[in-house]
């Protein structure tokens, strides 16, 4: 009677330590830390940083829902072409292809929505004075 109560108790001790020793349930266990410098065009990351610039001018403009997908198409499609032009460390390139896509995100805007752009833009450069130590005499 005494080795069948002993044997229960180290066979349930036993269990109880095994279960304990298993790791706990992460989902994000696989999921890679998204980098916050350095981020590759097609990331998830990246997806987050170019919808915030979107709903940024969205509230500056007044964007359309069809705008708002053309400039994600647009944000997409030069994706792929940033990071060639960054793996060839070309900053004539990279500039130049910058400029482009700048272009072609405006000329998405109407009249109405470009004249709000670039009035916003003035106000925010109205105080800079292209240094940073303050006003120079």
Not at 68 to 95: A, F, G
Not at 108 to 120: D, G, M, R, S, Y
């Given at each position: 009677m005494k080795t069948t109560i002993l044997s229960l108790a180290a066979a349930a001790f036993l269990s109880i330590t095994v279960s304990l020793a298993q790791r706990p349930y992460n989902p994000n266990a696989n999921r890679p830390n998204a980098p916050f410098n350095n981020t590759k065009p097609g990331s998830r990351f990246d997806d987050v940083k170019e919808d915030?610039?979107?709903?940024?001018?969205?509230?500056?403009?007044?964007?359309?829902?069809?705008?708002?997908?053309?400039?994600?198409?647009?944000?997409?499609?030069?994706?792929?072409?940033?990071?060639?032009?960054?793996?060839?460390?070309?900053?004539?390139?990279?500039?130049?292809?910058?400029?482009?896509?700048?272009?072609?995100?405006?000329?998405?805007?109407?009249?109405?929505?470009?004249?709000?752009?670039?009035?916003?833009?003035?106000?925010?450069?109205?105080?800079d004075r292209g240094n940073g130590y303050g006003r120079r005499g």
């Amino acid at each position: 009677m005494k080795t069948t109560i002993l044997s229960l108790a180290a066979a349930a001790f036993l269990s109880i330590t095994v279960s304990l020793a298993q790791r706990p349930y992460n989902p994000n266990a696989n999921r890679p830390n998204a980098p916050f410098n350095n981020t590759k065009p097609g990331s998830r990351f990246d997806d987050v940083k170019e919808d915030i610039k979107i709903d940024k001018l969205d509230a500056i403009v007044d964007l359309s829902r069809k705008q708002e997908k053309e400039l994600k198409r647009i944000e997409d499609r030069y994706d792929h072409m940033e990071m060639v032009t960054m793996q060839r460390r070309n900053p004539q390139q990279y500039q130049r292809l910058q400029a482009q896509k700048q272009q072609e995100m405006l000329d998405v805007l109407n009249k109405k929505q470009l004249q709000k752009w670039i009035a916003f833009q003035q106000s925010n450069n109205r105080f800079d004075r292209g240094n940073g130590y303050g006003r120079r005499g």
